[in-house]
Nanobody, 113 residues
Framework: VQLQASGGGLVQAGGYLRLSCVAS????????VSWYRQAPGKERELIAG???????NYEDSVKGRFTISRDRAKNTVYLQMNSLGPEDTAVYYC????????WGRGTLVTVSS
């Protein structure tokens, strides 16, 4: 089982990006899929997650700005990120719980001020 994250890049403050996490099998076979990020010099943190049942959760600093969603047909979980600020600069990772934990490779998001 593999997860592949993409969609990172350089964006100006106030801008937006959409990250994608493509799974090598049905996204609904995962108990949950989450997005984490790791900023320079900081620990990796959970920022958003979606359960198999569709329940979502967000870290406080991204509530109202980020939205996690999924597309069954594309085996993909998305992270729509709006109103980006320099504090959102980090490497973003997707993580799947399929009975064991699977991590995708990170995608770098850089927000310039």
């Amino acid at each position: 089982v593999q997860l592949q994250a993409s969609g990172g890049g350089l964006v100006q403050a106030g801008g937006y990006l959409r990250l994608s996490c493509v799974a090598s099998r049905s996204i609904f076979s995962f108990r949950a899929v989450s997005w984490y990020r790791q900023a320079p010099g900081k620990e990796r943190e959970l920022i958003a997650g979606i359960s198999a049942g569709g329940d979502t959760n967000y870290e406080d600093s991204v509530k109202g700005r980020f939205t996690i969603s999924r597309d069954r047909a594309k085996n993909t979980v998305y992270l729509q990120m709006n109103s980006l600020g320099p504090e959102d600069t980090a490497v973003y990772y997707c993580r799947g719980d399929i009975g064991w934990i699977v991590w995708g490779r990170g995608t770098l998001v850089t927000v310039s001020s």
